[in-house]
């Protein structure tokens, strides 16, 4: 049983598929199918129903993951170790899953641990929050920030800030005008979001606090890209969006404003790391996410 062999079937179980188990790796899909098979061969039991359309884990599979995904994390630390040592001066590479919309947060935090813990250094990786949060479990990554989930098997969730989201408008609409914007009187404007399966807590949150403000939400088609639906908001479509606040510090238009809802919207962003761990770098990570707290 190989260690390549372990992350193939990990990342085939994290996905269900096994082509995009390959994008994952880098790699083509033959040589993932290839892998697994003989690792069923070595074990003796199927570890996937494969059909034309679907594929499952099999029990032996659900009852590996765990051990798979324990045995590569024990190889990771088992590297980092040596890792360190090799490096003379102690440095340590922190692995980090990002998600779009942190705005300057991300610059902020990075820039509190390189002036108070210099010797560590940070590696980004971006992916789907399930696939991080998934990546952690495995020890692909060492930790991952994540908005609106409070808990997670397998995994601690550290608050470390929150955002206010605020409302995307056109610029010549009169809400735009406003201070802040009543939910109710969003109402008549259609409301484009990602589907639901994008952004759970987000999608939640927005369309639970139009029904609390005593209005169903006028729903557009899925948005497909932040950019795409401010380009639709300020080429004068009557619409609107939600916007974390720090990315909108990032974005430049002209034809869009920014506006906070009333009642106030907001989402919680966590570090997530394995449960039981407690490495050097965990402090120092937490204290700069909170240090630049907004």
Avoid: K
């Avoid at 003796?44 to 499952?56: E, I, T």
């Amino acid at each position: 049983m190989e260690l390549r062999q372990l992350r193939y079937f990990v990342t085939v179980a994290e996905e269900l598929h096994f082509g995009r188990a390959a994008e994952r790796l880098l790699i083509v899909q033959p040589a993932v199918s290839q892998q697994v098979r003989r690792l069923e061969r070595e074990l003796g039991v199927a570890l996937f129903d494969r059909s034309a359309r679907h594929v499952r884990l099999t029990e032996a599979g659900e009852r590996l993951l765990p051990e798979a995904r324990a045995t590569l994390a024990a190889a990771q630390r088992a590297r980092a170790s040596v890792a360190s040592l090799a490096a003379g001066a102690g440095r340590t590479t922190v692995r980090i899953g990002t998600s779009e919309g942190l705005g300057d947060h991300l610059d902020r935090v990075l820039g509190a641990l390189a002036r108070s813990s210099p010797e560590l250094a940070v590696e980004l990786s971006y992916d789907r929050t399930q696939a991080r949060l998934d990546r952690v479990r495995g020890g692909g990554l060492d930790a991952t920030f994540v908005r609106g989930i409070p808990t997670s098997p397998e995994l601690r969730m550290i608050p470390v800030w929150e955002d206010r989201i605020l409302a995307a408008l056109p610029a010549g609409h009169p809400l735009a005008d406003r201070d802040t914007v009543p939910l109710d009187e969003l109402a008549p404007l259609t409301l484009r979001l990602a589907e639901r399966a994008a952004n759970p807590p987000l999608f939640d949150q927005v369309v639970t606090a139009c029904h609390d403000a005593g209005r169903e939400p006028r729903m557009g088609p899925p948005a497909s890209s932040l950019q795409n639906t401010l380009a639709l908001i300020g080429a004068g479509e009557e619409s609107w969006t939600p916007v974390y606040e720090p990315h909108t510090r990032l974005l430049r238009t002209a034809r869009v404003e920014f506006r906070p809802t009333r009642p106030t919207l907001a989402m919680t962003t966590y570090l997530a790391v394995p449960r039981d761990s407690r490495p050097a770098w965990l402090s120092p990570l937490v204290r700069a996410c909170r240090d630049h707290d907004s």
